[in-house]
């Protein structure tokens, strides 16, 4: 199983296609795993010292300074810092606190065009280097059809051992949603994908529609000499205010979402093992 809810499937008969957004400055306003940093404090995960550490990510985040080098050193010290974690704690505070934190920071803009690829018979798939304990809840929020999400090695224990299953960044982003085109059968030409940073040129090359939102410098500079479309998202809006008929998913379907990273294999992930396998059998 890869996705979160049902597919909303074009007729077999036309190719289907489907629109691939980040997750973090893309459709919602933060990083979503540095977000939750209070919770994992509140809930006796990290020290105040880390909490101001993770404080001081997201502001050179938000500010358009975290570069790939940046970047790595900022995943290092999250897999350095949530080893020993139990996942299942995780699961729950995320389930607990996903509304009151994420659900005021999704661009307005984000929803609507999440909504209208829908309408167009589009699948939505968020692609995310952010851990799945937290994208996958996010996800279901969002009414996405898919994640793809990085994914921490869980021991025997059920708490991370600090080392990386799946990282989605940068190529692995676009060799995922090619694994995907390819069991879903997405005309990748027709396939839409949204992106703040330069670090997903590799998806955003992949597909027949690439859009820059937000975008780092870098990826402005790429967006306007490819003549990509370049979208400011700027509204934070509560889905509830968008929708009031919106109801909100109860506590155990967020957990049951959040406890799909345990089950369900990313088209990612599914890559990844098997380009393991085959390259241990090179040596």
């Excluded at 402005?220 to 109801?247: C, M, N, T, Y």
Aim: proline share 5%; with cysteine.
């Amino acid at each position: 199983m890869l996705g979160l809810v049902e597919n909303h499937s074009l007729p077999h008969s036309a190719p289907r296609t489907a629109a691939f957004f980040d997750l973090d400055k893309t459709v919602i306003a933060k990083s979503s795993t540095l977000t939750f940093s209070k919770s994992f404090y509140q809930g006796g995960l990290i020290n105040r010292r880390a909490v101001l550490r993770t404080a001081y990510a997201q502001f050179v985040f938000l500010a358009g300074g975290a570069d790939h080098d940046q970047m790595e050193r900022m995943r290092e010290y999250l897999s350095a810092l949530c080893r020993g974690w139990n996942q299942r704690q995780v699961t729950e505070i995320v389930a607990e606190t996903l509304h009151d934190l994420i659900d005021p920071i999704i661009y307005d803009e984000a929803a609507s065009l999440i909504e209208e690829h829908h309408t167009a018979g589009r699948d939505v798939v968020i692609v995310s280097t952010s851990g799945a304990e937290v994208v996958e809840p996010i996800g279901e929020l969002l009414g996405a059809d898919r994640v793809v999400a990085t994914r921490m090695v869980v021991g025997d224990d059920g708490c991370f051992t600090g080392e990386v299953e799946y990282y989605a960044y940068g190529p692995t982003k676009a060799e995922a949603i090619k694994e995907l085109a390819r069991t879903e059968g997405y005309d990748l030409g027709r396939c839409h994908a949204y992106s703040d940073s330069a670090t997903d040129l590799p998806m955003l090359s992949s597909v027949g529609h690439p859009h820059a939102v937000n975008p780092d410098r870098a990826l402005r500079r790429e967006a306007l000499a490819r003549g990509w479309p370049i979208l400011d998202f700027h509204k934070p809006v509560r889905l509830k205010q968008r929708l009031p008929h919106l109801s909100a998913p109860s506590r155990p379907a967020l957990l049951a979402a959040a406890g799909v990273g345990a089950a369900a294999v990313t088209a990612g992930l599914v890559w990844y093992a098997s380009r393991r396998r085959a390259t241990s059998g090179t040596h």
